[in-house]
């Protein structure tokens, strides 16, 4: 199975900060890679599919980038609705495999 | 616009079998352009991808290993849904259980609310 490990496992920031995320995938996975936020309550939302490509509907704040083991989300100016649960998910192989989370807080 | 509606028991023994149902609207579910899929979430073991079931010109389903002596995935046409048993359950089977839809690059753009399935005697 392909682990994915994303980092850090939380964080905090304030309204207005860049923030960043990282995933990486134990094997090459291409640009299979796949973010979404979820918040308390609720299913996961897709947020970047196929590393780069933002879901519609999806604030342009957001973005992907990254190819092969390495990838980043990140959120240009933090909003007040951001403050959630952001998982990696990569579909190149079966069985799909997720992150672990990375919680984003109010600091 | 895609919904995916669960319903199943919120409560089930040990040893039993666990069965939650996920009624499709807006697609499909013998569309050659998705897959239908299980996935579930607990504190212990985040969120873990269970199987799917697809339709290309034949049925076909996958499973994960942990689970696969113990899962089916069956899909109903005529009722326009899909839905997910697993026999033998233990307390490590409590859980969120989602229902979910990927498409393309098999990126997940569609899940149902969600089932809180707690195993108990």
């Known amino acids: 199975d392909i682990q994915m490990t994303q980092s850090p496992s939380s964080l905090s920031a304030s309204l207005g900060d860049r923030v960043t995320i990282t995933c990486r995938a134990s094997?090459?996975?291409?640009?299979?890679l796949n973010w979404y936020q979820q918040k308390p309550g609720k299913g996961p939302n897709l947020l970047i599919y196929?590393?780069?490509s933002l879901q519609s509907g999806v604030p342009s704040r957001f973005s992907g980038s990254g190819s092969g083991t390495d990838f980043t989300l990140t959120i240009s100016s933090l909003q007040p609705e951001d403050f959630a649960t952001y998982y990696c998910?990569?579909?190149?192989?079966?069985?799909?495999?997720f992150g672990q989370g990375t919680k984003v807080e109010i600091k | 616009q895609v919904q995916l509606q669960q319903s199943g028991p919120g409560l089930v023994k040990p040893s039993q079998t666990l069965s939650v149902t996920c009624v499709i609207s807006?697609?499909?579910?013998?569309?050659?352009?998705?897959?239908w899929n299980w996935i579930r979430q607990s504190p212990s073991r985040g969120l873990e991808w269970l199987g799917r079931?697809?339709?290309?010109?034949?049925?076909?389903?996958d499973y994960a290993e942990s689970v696969k002596s113990r899962i089916t995935i069956n899909a109903d046409t005529s009722k326009n849904q899909f839905s997910l048993q697993l026999n033998s359950v233990t307390s490590e089977d409590t859980a969120v259980y989602y229902c979910?839809?990927?498409?393309?690059?098999?990126?997940?753009?569609?899940w149902g609310q969600g089932t809180l399935v707690t195993v108990s005697s």
């Open positions: 079931t697809y339709y290309r010109s034949k049925w076909y389903n």
């Open positions: 807006g697609d499909s579910v013998s569309t050659n352009s998705a897959a």
């Open positions: 094997q090459n996975i291409v640009t299979f």
């Open positions: 979910a839809r990927d498409v393309a690059s098999g990126q997940i753009d569609y």
């Open positions: 998910h990569q579909s190149f192989n079966i069985p799909r495999t």
């Open positions: 196929d590393a780069s």
